[in-house]
């Protein structure tokens, strides 16, 4: 008997830790593990008990990237558990809030994670030696989303100025027009990112899973819709169900619960792929142009297309944070001011909904008729996509070993599916 084991411990380049176990034996094969080794971090047995005002403060810490969107998604289920109706431009400031964090997770991801692998480089670091300009736009991008989230949020990280009904803060007129200027100045360069990324060599395979995404009429939303949509079962449903419409369970081999798709059992992706495919013919104008250009249209199930659909997305929202911030510019562009709406403390549940940069956030909050909570659960994008990536690595496993692919370069194309994938391990096991 034949037996090869691939053994990747501490797999580089993903937030948190995770290991990944292949066995093929005789030409066949038989194991496929993506092992998550985080220990449980609590954060929704944390926040029982705690009143309503500062549950986001404490859901932001489980992530560094995301903040925002956790942010974001619990303050839209504790409004609907409320009756709050946000204005206008209180949305539009959660919009740019999130499109913060895609700009700051999106060029990490794209030039520190997974440019090194297409370029034979261990690290980014060489990166800065070879092609420093390249380097420093990669760095700059990351920081213009650095900048949005601290004008609109207070910080970069953990924003403090959303609050339920609105938000504390707003910056100045000049100071948004300052932001869309340098939206503005970053597109050529996100532009050349997407054709970047195209014309990087990947394995022709198929995602095996389903995909979802929020979907909207006329809109590519990240924050402003209820419902959610698998693509392949065409199965849409409100926030409200997504307990019911997805199924988490164990997994001996992973801290991590793994998602399913409770009526047909398929694992599912979520994620700017998902979303690509779900509303493409809604991106802006230019990243359509863009993702047309790179051979990006749906359906596209290639799980390495990924990191295109992402490359595409940060073209999608410098302009649509131009187009906000120029709006929020003008007096009375919006309806309604963005400073905290009055309202009535009182039970209930509900489930708050966002597109996070790496897919879909559900947080269903159950609070009691003081605003303490009384139930959470929090569903990340990586802790929905692990069944997939599993099952994704299986079948590309399986292509390499009946192509005669020698054990490091089975290795080497396993580790850059997961890091397509753009999982972050930590927040996994929230």
């Not at 206008?88 to 964090?101: E, F, K, M, P, Q």
């Not at 207070?154 to 100025?161: E, L």
């Not at 692990?386 to 194309?413: F, H, N, P, W, Y």
């Amino acid at each position: 008997m034949t037996k090869t084991a691939i053994r990747v411990d501490h797999i580089a380049r993903v937030e948190g830790h995770g290991n990944v176990r292949v066995v093929i034996e005789d030409g066949a094969v038989k194991t496929v593990e993506m092992n998550v080794v985080e220990p449980a971090r609590l954060f929704e047995s944390m926040v029982r008990g705690r009143r309503f005002d500062e549950v986001p403060y404490i859901a932001s810490r489980i992530c560094g990237i995301c903040s925002s969107s956790h942010v974001v998604t619990d303050l839209l289920a504790i409004e609907r558990v409320f009756g709050i109706e946000p204005t206008d431009r209180t949305l539009a400031l959660r919009d740019l809030l999130v499109y913060g964090s895609y700009l700051q997770n999106h060029a990490t991801h794209l030039f520190v994670f997974a440019a090194p692998d297409f370029l034979g480089m261990p690290s980014v670091f060489p990166l800065a030696e070879t092609d420093p300009a390249l380097f420093e736009q990669a760095l700059a991008l990351k920081a213009l989303g650095n900048e949005l989230c601290t004008k609109v949020g207070g910080r970069s990280v953990h924003p403090i100025t959303a609050v339920v009904g609105g938000f504390t803060h707003e910056i100045s007129a000049g100071e948004y027009l300052k932001l869309a200027e340098k939206m503005d100045a970053a597109r050529e360069f996100a532009t050349r990112a997407v054709d970047l990324f195209r014309s990087f060599s990947a394995p022709d395979v198929e995602m095996a899973g389903d995909m979802l995404a929020m979907v909207e009429e006329g809109a590519y939303p990240v924050a402003s819709s209820r419902s959610a949509r698998f693509l392949d079962a065409e199965a849409e449903f409100d926030a409200d169900e997504a307990a019911v419409r997805i199924e988490e369970f164990s997994v001996p081999h992973s801290a991590a619960l793994f998602a399913r798709v409770r009526e047909t059992g398929r694992p599912y992706f979520t994620g700017a792929l998902a979303r690509a495919n779900a509303s493409w013919q809604h991106l802006g104008q230019n990243a359509k142009v863009a993702a047309a250009k790179a051979g990006l249209r749906p359906p596209e199930r290639n799980p390495f297309m990924n990191n295109v659909a992402q490359a595409v997305e940060i073209v999608d929202a410098l302009d649509r944070c131009a187009a906000l911030c120029r709006r929020l510019a003008e007096p009375d562009s919006f309806e309604g001011a963005s400073s905290p709406a009055p309202f009535e403390v009182r039970a209930g549940r509900a489930t708050g909904f966002t597109e996070a940069p790496r897919g879909a956030l559900f947080h269903d909050i159950a609070l009691d008729a003081e605003g303490r909570v009384e139930h959470a659960s929090i569903l990340t994008p990586t802790a929905q996509n692990c069944a997939s990536l599993e099952t994704d690595m299986r079948a590309l496993a399986e292509k390499l070993v009946s192509d005669g692919a020698e054990r490091d370069d089975i290795q080497l194309e396993i580790e850059k599916l997961v890091r397509a994938y753009d999982p972050c391990l930590s927040c996994s096991v929230h």
